[in-house]
C-alpha cells in the first residue's frame, strides 16, 4: 500500500528492561485486524503479528460493503488457511484454547465480521458464523442497515430485527460490538444487551475529534455495561495522522482515566501492506462509507503496527501506570471479558 506510515521513525526505541520483561510475559490481545477481508489476502503476513509478540488476533471476515456471499467465502478461505499451518497459528473458540497456543510459540486466532449485512437479512445466520469461528460482530459499518446507524448517516436506533440479534449473540456467547455504529445504535445496543458490550477499535472523540471516534457517553456507557474500549491505531482517528506510541499511549490514557483499567484494550486494526490497491482506493470509490466531507478526502491511512506495542508497554509504565494496569490494556482486560461471555 503506498504512502503509509508506521511506527516512530526509522531509530528503533531504546525499550526498558522492566517492560520488555512485562511484554514478554504478558498475554497480549489485538481484537481486530484491517487487511482487505479477501479469499486472496497473503495470510503469511499473520507473521508480523506473532512476530511482534502478539498471542490472539481477531481477524475481520466482511464488512457491510461486501455482498454477503464474499463473507463466506472469505471465511472458508482464512480457516482453511489456518488449519493448514497448525505450527504457527490455531483456530480458538474458548478462552482455555486462547491459552495453550501461547505456550507453544502460536497465535490464536478467531474472526470477527463488521456490520450485519452478512445476516442477509436471517437470524440464523449468527449461529453458523459462531459456529465457524466469528466471536464477535458490529452492528452497522458506517451506513445504517437494517439492525441499527452507522457512524457516517442518519442517527437512528436499533432496529427490531437488531434486538433479536443481540438475543442471539447474548445466548450463543458472542462479543456485542458497537464500533463504526450510530451514536443512538450503540447507546441503545449497550442499555439492551443483557451482557458487556466493547467498542472493539474505537478512539475518543475528545482527543480526536472524528465522527468515526467516539464521545465520553459512549465511553461511560460501555464501562458500565463492564465492556472494554480497544484503542485504535489509524493516524485519522489518533489525530493528525500520527501513529507514533507516544500518541496511542495519549488514547490509552484518556480511556483509562475516563473508563478505569478494567475498560480499555487494544484493537489496533492494522492492515499490511500490498501490492495491489489496498484500502485507500477502496475509501476513495466508496464516498457512501467513507464521505470525503467528513475526514476522508485526500488522507493516506497510516498505522500503529503490532511491533509497537513493546513501546507502548514502556511507555505506559514511564507514565506510571502499574504493572497490573498494562496487563490488562495488554490483553488481560479482553481475556477476562471473553471467560465471562465465549462459549
Known amino acids: 500500500m503506498a504512502d503509509r506510515v508506521e511506527g516512530v521513525g526509522t531509530a528503533a526505541p531504546t525499550i526498558g528492561g522492566r517492560a520488555r520483561a512485562l511484554y514478554d510475559d504478558a498475554l497480549v490481545w489485538d481484537t481486530h485486524s484491517g487487511f482487505m477481508p479477501d479469499p486472496a489476502a497473503d495470510l503469511e503476513n499473520l507473521r508480523l503479528w506473532r512476530d511482534a509478540g502478539v498471542d490472539y488476533l481477531s481477524i475481520d471476515v466482511g464488512f457491510d460493503l461486501l455482498p454477503w456471499e464474499r463473507t463466506v467465502k472469505t471465511l472458508a478461505a482464512f480457516r482453511h488457511w489456518i488449519l493448514a499451518h497448525p505450527d504457527d497459528f ?89 464500533t463504526h455504529c450510530s451514536h443512538r445504535t450503540s447507546m441503545e445496543a449497550m442499555e439492551y444487551s443483557g451482557r458487556p458490550v466493547i467498542f472493539s477499535h474505537s478512539n475518543p472523540r475528545a482527543l480526536c475529534d472524528h465522527e468515526r471516534n467516539i464521545r465520553d457517553d459512549q465511553i461511560k456507557a460501555c464501562a458500565a455495561t463492564g465492556g472494554i474500549i480497544g484503542v485504535v491505531g489509524l493516524g485519522l482517528f489518533l489525530g493528525e495522522n500520527d501513529v507514533r506510541s507516544e500518541r496511542l499511549a495519549d488514547h490509552v490514557d484518556y480511556l483509562l482515566d475516563l473508563a478505569g483499567p478494567r ?69 488481560g482486560n479482553f481475556l477476562r471479558l471473553a471467560g465471562e461471555i465465549w462459549r
Open 90 to 178: 490455531a483456530l480458538v473458540g474458548t478462552v482455555a484454547e486462547v491459552q495453550r497456543p501461547r505456550a507453544n510459540g502460536k497465535m490464536a486466532v478467531t474472526f470477527d465480521i463488521e456490520g450485519m449485512n452478512a445476516l442477509d437479512g436471517r437470524i440464523e445466520m449468527v449461529e453458523f458464523y459462531h459456529r465457524l469461528g466469528v466471536r464477535q460482530m458490529l452492528f452497522a459499518y458506517n451506513r445504517n442497515n437494517l439492525t441499527g446507524g452507522g457512524c457516517h448517516d442518519e442517527n437512528i436506533g436499533l432496529t427490531d430485527f437488531g434486538r433479536a440479534v443481540i438475543d442471539e449473540m447474548n445466548r450463543l456467547g458472542m462479543f456485542v460490538d458497537v
Open 263 to 331: 475498560h480499555v484494550g487494544l484493537g489496533l486494526d492494522y492492515a499490511f501492506p500490498v501490492d495491489a490497491p489496498g484500502i485507500d482506493t477502496v475509501i476513495e470509490a466508496n464516498p457512501d462509507f467513507w464521505p470525503p466531507d467528513r475526514g476522508y478526502a485526500g488522507v493516506k491511512t497510516n498505522y500503529a503496527a503490532p511491533s509497537q506495542l513493546v513501546e507502548l508497554t514502556d511507555i505506559l509504565l514511564r507514565r506510571g501506570h502499574s504493572e497490573e494496569v498494562v496487563r490488562g490494556v495488554l490483553g
